[in-house]
Structures are given as structure tokens and as C-alpha cells.
């Protein structure tokens, strides 16, 4: 693991792309995740395509982030400016280290004295629940919804495509801790990987809203990212070949209708928008 604290001249990144639906700019306090997900787009982006090291293997953590995200947004509120932000699109600002160097804790710090219009956290981590005391300050101040990632209720499906994430019931049972300190959470079944019927019941009381994402939809190039990270051959290979399925979303929304109120249910896109 090779390790790098970076000044960055710029956290703030204009939204485009899979982004470009409602949010102004994407933060990630850090480049590089070592929870390595096999399916993890970012893999097929420049910021892995141009190094050495193996994704999953190097992290550079921004240690001015909160220095420069005060003096970007005073000066972004100077022209007039909304700030919706995406935090995070290529990294997972509560990874391990974050434990440590708290970058991702002093921009919540950072931002309840100069809040955003709207903050979406996307995260895979129970590391999150650290932070609770400072979300319950910045929900009061900005629009605020935490979104995790929890692709299935099976352990076994979740060691083979993201061995080095946290556990399921870690990721449950971070939602309820969240979700009863009065957040606005989401469940993000991004991407959807075989599962039990039962899935849909392990967020049943933790959350505001589940977006449901599949490798076909949702890796923001119609499947093909996904395609060359061998997605469909991995899923083949533990003989789970029928769920690569492009379908899946729709079967998978009609399933989780039978336990929730449509207004509960999103897809791909509309489910991570401000
Ligand atoms: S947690 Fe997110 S950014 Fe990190 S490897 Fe997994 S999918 Fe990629």
C-alpha cells in the first residue's frame, strides 16, 4: 500500500458527465481507494489508466482539502454561486485512513461554517457514524442526504466482488445509526449483485430512499466499462450468469415494490440527484 499526504490545488471539480444532473461539483478528499472493488469504474478512468500501481493499492490523501474548499466556495458564493456537491464520485471519503487524517471529518467541519445548497455523501463505510455529531450540524444548515452502498444481503456474493469493503450488517447497521440521528438516508444498491428474495427487508426502517443501479446502467458508459473490468466473466465464473442482465433493474424495482411505496424507489441516475 503506498500511501501519499498531497497538496491539491483544487477539491472542488465541476460536475460533468454521470454527474451533470442537478450538481454543481464533485469532492473527493482523497484519490485512490483501497477497498478496490472489482467493479469499480474509476479503475477504467485517466486518474488509475495513468499509474503504475494497482488499483486498490495507492491512496493520495489531500491534506489542505478543507483549507481550499473554504476558499473555493467563499469565492464561488462571491460570483453568486449554487454548491451542490457530490462527495464522493472517485473514492470513498470514509476508507480507512480516513480514520487517521479525519480529511473528510474537517471538511464537514469546514462546510458548516460555509455550507453548500446540498451535500450527498456516497460511502460504503460505517466509519461515517464517527461523524454523526457533525452531520446533525450541517443538516441544519444544508440540504443533506448520506448514501450507502450496499449491493447485497449476501456475504458470500459481497467477499467475491468486494472482498476488502465492510461487511453488509456494518453497512445496516451504520444506516440506523444515521437514520435515528434524524439524516436523510439512502440505501444505494449500486451495483446490484445476486441476492436473496429478502434483500429488499434488511433496510426496512433505516432508510428514506433506495436507488437500485446495475452494472448495465449505471458504470456512466451503457455497460461497457463494466465489460471490460471482465464483469461479465466474473459473474459467469460463480455461475451467477443470470443476473448480468440487462433487465435487471426493472425486475429488481418490481421486487422491491412489493415491500416499499414507489416514492421510496429510484434508478441509476435520478436516485443519486440533489
Ligand atoms: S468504494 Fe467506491 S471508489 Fe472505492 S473501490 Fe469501491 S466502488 Fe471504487
Not at 428474495?197 to 458504470?219: A, E, M, N, Q
Request: aromatic letters at 10%.
Amino acid at each position: 500500500m503506498e500511501i501519499k499526504s498531497i497538496s491539491s490545488k483544487k477539491i472542488l471539480t465541476e460536475a460533468k458527465g454521470f454527474l451533470d444532473f442537478g450538481y454543481t461539483h464533485s469532492l473527493n478528499p482523497y484519490a485512490g481507494c483501497v477497498f478496490g472493488c472489482s467493479y469499480c469504474y474509476v479503475r477504467e478512468l485517466p486518474i488509475q489508466k495513468f499509474r503504475e500501481q494497482q488499483w486498490g493499492t495507492w491512496i493520495d490523501a489531500k491534506s489542505n482539502a478543507s483549507d481550499i474548499y473554504r476558499k473555493e466556495i467563499l469565492n464561488l458564493r462571491k460570483r453568486g454561486k449554487f454548491v451542490r456537491i457530490f462527495m464522493s464520485s472517485s473514492t470513498d471519503p470514509y476508507q480507512p485512513i480516513e480514520r487517521k487524517s479525519e480529511i473528510t471529518r474537517s471538511l464537514l467541519d469546514a462546510m458548516i461554517d460555509h455550507p453548500p445548497d446540498f451535500l450527498l455523501i456516497q460511502t460504503r463505510s460505517p466509519l461515517i457514524t464517527r461523524d454523526i455529531d457533525l452531520l446533525v450540524q450541517l443538516k441544519e444548515k444544508c440540504g443533506l442526504r448520506v448514501s450507502m452502498t450496499v449491493e447485497t444481503d449476501r456475504e458470500d456474493v459481497r467477499k467475491i466482488f468486494a472482498p476488502h469493503a465492510p461487511s453488509i450488517p456494518l453497512r445496516i447497521k451504520a444506516l440506523a445509526e444515521i437514520k435515528k440521528a434524524g439524516i436523510a438516508t439512502q440505501a444505494a444498491v449500486s451495483p446490484m449483485l445476486p441476492c436473496t428474495p429478502d434483500f429488499p427487508l434488511i433496510f426496512s426502517g433505516h432508510v428514506d430512499r433506495i436507488c437500485i443501479d446495475t452494472l448495465t446502467i449505471g458504470d456512466g458508459a451503457e455497460g461497457r466499462r463494466s465489460k471490460k473490468l471482465g464483469m461479465p466473466q466474473l459473474f459467469e465464473a460463480h455461475g451467477f450468469s443470470k443476473w448480468y442482465d440487462t433487465n435487471l433493474h426493472r425486475k429488481a424495482v418490481k421486487h422491491f415494490l412489493k415491500f416499499y411505496p414507489q416514492d421510496m424507489i429510484f434508478v441509476s441516475q435520478e436516485g443519486f440527484a440533489p
